[in-house]
């Protein structure tokens, strides 16, 4: 019984550190990720702006990644329309509610690299809520992989990051 014990507080105590588990975070953006599936490169980090991405390392994925720019806008800077960014990709542009944003643009390109790129172009309010701030765009690549639970698995470790993401202030 005493066995039975403490191998359920040494379970226990496990769990709690995962639970508890800082997210990775770099500049305002923050995440959780899994370090044996995923590892991170961040690219042209500037004083007003901060690129991360998370590449896939299970070769049974393809090339999967998920990017998050986030750029501060600018005085006088506009927030790009649908339409602007759909005649720009030749593309059709939704806009619509995404992981908690409002007002968010996406779009899917197919890429002759048998590359799916989805895009979301999120406006980021400045504390008062009455004009963008920032502009975060996160891109998620995805290859085409033709056994379904293969996909499933990946998709779902996407999207656990995605559903993680947060946007944090100093």
């Known amino acids: ?89 030749n593309t059709a542009v939704t806009e619509g509610d995404w992981n908690g944003y409002k007002n968010v643009l996406m779009y899917s390109l197919e890429g002759e690299d048998g590359m799916t790129r989805s895009y979301f172009i999120v406006p980021v309010m400045d504390d008062d809520g009455d004009e963008i701030d920032d ?11 033709d056994d379904d639970a293969t996909a499933m698995e990946r998709d779902d470790a996407i999207s656990a990051i995605v559903d993680s993401l947060k946007l944090v202030d100093d």
């Open 1 to 89: 019984m005493k066995k039975l014990i403490a191998v359920l507080m040494v379970a226990l105590l496990a769990l709690s550190a995962v639970a508890f588990a800082e997210p990775y975070r770099s500049g305002d953006i923050a995440f959780e990720y899994d370090e044996k599936a995923f590892e991170i490169s961040l690219d042209n980090n500037l004083d007003d702006e901060t690129t991360v991405v998370v590449y896939g390392k299970n070769e049974a994925w393809g090339h999967t990644y998920v990017s998050f720019y986030l750029k501060d806008m600018k005085d006088g800077e506009k927030f790009p329309t649908a339409d602007e960014i759909g005649t720009e990709n």
């Open 135 to 145: 502009m975060l765009e996160v891109q998620i690549g995805v290859s085409r992989i």
